[in-house]
């Protein structure tokens, strides 16, 4: 019976740091859209 409580406190512990930390839900490669765009971006929309 304790061993079956370690467990399931244990899986409870696991699967509460999955949520914190594993689902940032943030995409590196994406660029963050409260930025300004950069010169280069300007300056192709002004050549145009």
Do not use: R, W
């Not at 940032?24 to 145009?48: I, K, L």
């Amino acid at each position: 019976m304790k061993n079956k409580k370690y467990f399931l406190g244990l899986l409870s512990a696991i699967f509460s740091f999955g949520l914190l930390f594993g689902c940032n839900g943030v995409d590196e490669n994406e660029p963050d859209p409260t930025e300004e765009p950069s010169e280069q971006q300007q300056d192709n929309n002004n050549n145009e």
